[in-house]
């Protein structure tokens, strides 16, 4: 019986709970504000650091005309 209203009150808990337990940052507006600013710097490079991890961003060699690479 102690089980199952320990079980009770477990699902009632996590029920009424909004997010995670434990939070992500800081309660303080201002050091809230830098996290937040640091999280999406970092999340803003990462598609440039893809693109320099695969090679994305060398420049494109291709040409919209034909040449025939011979001297004139």
Known sequence: MRRYWLAILLCVALA????CALPAYSGDPKTR???LIFT???L???AD???RFWFLDQPDHMTP???HG???
């Open 16 to 19: 009424n709970s909004v997010g």
């Open 33 to 35: 504000a830098s996290q």
């Open 40 to 42: 999406s710097e970092n």
């Open 44 to 46: 803003r490079m990462f």
């Open 49 to 51: 650091e893809w693109a």
């Open 65 to 67: 005309f034909v040449t």
């Open 70 to 72: 011979g001297i004139l």
